[in-house]
């Protein structure tokens, strides 16, 4: 099993920056893509920005330019960095990471994040 502990969200003005982390802990054989999804209400959750072990990554095109998602595999953490935020991000964001041999999908708890107009 693998428990994902995330931080970061909350309240910010339309333009401003907000970073989102997220820390893996538990069986950590093998972890492998780790990413960002968002869920706003009356939407489906959607894949926000991806990155690979070896880092390769993968943004959605709403925020390309503006998101930055990074790893640190030695702490088993992937962060995002936020900025131009639009009150269209505004969203439960979630952590989402592949791991073990099976390649099993594991997820946050989620954190709100509010972007005010």
């Known amino acids: 099993q693998v428990q994902l502990v995330e931080s970061g969200g909350g309240l910010v003005q339309a333009g401003g920056s907000l970073s989102l982390s997220c820390a893996a802990s538990?069986?950590?054989?093998?972890?492998?893509?780790m990413g960002w999804y968002r869920q706003a209400p009356g939407k489906q959750r959607e894949l926000v920005a991806s990155i690979s072990r070896t880092g390769t990554t993968i943004y959605a095109d709403s925020v390309r330019g503006r998101f930055a998602v990074s790893r640190d595999n030695a702490k088993n953490t992937v962060y995002l960095s936020m900025a131009s935020l639009k009150s269209e991000d505004t969203a439960v964001y979630y952590c989402?990471?592949?791991?073990?041999?099976?390649?099993?999908?594991?997820w946050g708890q989620g954190t709100q994040v509010t972007v005010s107009s």
């Open positions: 989402n990471v592949y791991a073990g041999t099976l390649n099993r999908a594991y």
């Open positions: 538990g069986s950590l054989f093998r972890i492998n893509t």
